[in-house]
């Protein structure tokens, strides 16, 4: 949990920080109601205590397996006379991109991003209003997910005594203090590796084109090594962090983890280059995973800005050279872009989501976009529209 205002000159202040155990989560779906809600209790106090402010409402950012994304078009004629585009005929058009998407009371739509608009038949807009035609089209990439799920986290956080603003899409907001517009531009894939889960989002020409969640995470790579090594997961993790590699080929056989550095009284010796192939299987797998979607849309080491990751596991040592290998990319670690300034590398992976967050409200409060949830934003607009021509 991050704690920020806005300061008067522009730009954002973190005031404070908190982190709690994801208790009563699993791949980034609440299986426990109680657990969950004392998580985000101390993660809560944590942050107040820094910040010494009071807090009462909260921005969410939404991942997990749950997590779905398609894509939908729709078409409408120009409102106008004088045939300009306007910002009404925008969202009537993403509006009717959502009638085609297949009624599911057991979904929630997160975002329709714009992908592409027509203007007569005419493809590769990005931006339509202000020009004239008679007929708009729009391309969206639907990201949706499990309204069960959104009902249970919504329970968990007002337990806790917060009341919820907004949500987001967790890479899509992670993107926004990550990945500069040149990235964006270019073409590059954000790829976020957590505990429970491995999240994605891909750009071009400056929108998001695609995006997925994999149910594999950290979390799987430490249960890996606590049966490999016969151990308790606790131990497990502590040993994934002291060891982990993801270059088996760096060690020999005569390099040795003694149990006894972590649990007193075991004599188990376990060699890292087992360790390291524990790590670097796991690891794979999410990669596989992510050439294969990329496949789907034809991007499969197509985007000349390479791979970005994030994420606390991405902080494994040799993860960069083992996604250079596997991805055929250029790979680097996320840093922050004008934000977070005062946190070392190493917190500002594990960050990314939560400080993107930030600056993903902080942009929507200045200036709502197309890319919040338009089954809400359009209506509003359209009806504020409507409003305005009453005498």
């Known amino acids: 949990m991050v704690v920020a205002e806005k300061k008067k000159e522009g730009g954002l202040q973190i005031l404070g920080t908190g982190a709690s155990p994801s208790y009563g989560v699993r791949r980034g779906v609440v299986v426990d109601l109680e657990d969950t809600i004392s998580s985000i209790r101390h993660a ?7 910040a010494q402010v009071s807090v009462r409402r909260t921005w969410l950012s939404i991942g997990g397996s749950h997590v779905s994304v398609s894509s939908s078009r729709g078409v409408v004629a120009v409102s106008r006379a004088d045939g300009e585009i306007s910002p009404e005929d925008v969202n009537r ?9 297949p009624k599911n009371p057991n979904r929630e739509i997160i975002h329709m991003i714009p992908r592409d608009f027509r203007v007569d038949h005419e493809p590769g807009i990005k931006n339509p209003i202000g020009m004239h ?9 639907v990201i949706d997910c499990s309204t069960p799920f959104l009902k249970n986290l919504f329970k968990c956080v007002e337990g806790a005594g917060l009341a919820i603003e907004d949500y987001v899409f967790s890479p899509l907001a992670a993107s926004e203090v990550v990945l500069s517009k040149r990235q964006k531009e270019l073409g590059t894939v954000l790829v976020d590796i957590g505990g429970g889960t491995a999240s994605f989002i891909v750009f071009e020409e400056g929108v998001p084109i695609h995006a997925g969640v994999f149910p594999i995470g950290g979390g799987h790579i430490t249960n890996d090594v606590a049966i490999g090594f016969r151990t308790h997961v606790d131990v497990a993790e502590k040993i994934k962090l002291s060891y982990g590699s993801c270059f088996s080929q760096e060690f020999t056989k005569k390099d040795a983890i003694r149990l006894a550095e972590f649990v007193e009284g075991e004599e188990a010796i376990f060699s890292r280059k087992e360790l390291a192939e524990i790590v670097e299987a796991r690891l794979k797998d999410v990669l596989e995973l992510l050439q294969k979607d990329l496949r789907r849309i034809n991007r499969n080491q197509l985007l000349p800005a390479g791979v970005v990751l994030v994420g606390g596991s991405s902080l494994l040592p040799g993860v960069v050279g083992l996604a250079k290998r596997e991805m055929r990319l250029p790979v680097e670690l996320g840093t922050f872009q004008d934000l977070g300034s005062e946190f070392s590398p190493e917190e500002s992976l594990g960050l990314a989501t939560v400080l993107g967050t930030v600056r993903w409200a902080e942009n929507q409060l200045a200036q709502p976009s197309f890319w919040g949830r338009a089954s809400r934003r359009s209506q509003n607009s359209f009806m504020k529209w409507l409003k305005s021509l009453l005498p």
């Open 44 to 50: 809560l106090e944590d942050a107040k205590k820094a």
């Open 133 to 141: 035609g008679v007929r708009l089209e729009v391309d969206t990439l």
């Open 93 to 101: 058009a993403i509006s009717a991109a959502e009638t085609f998407i």
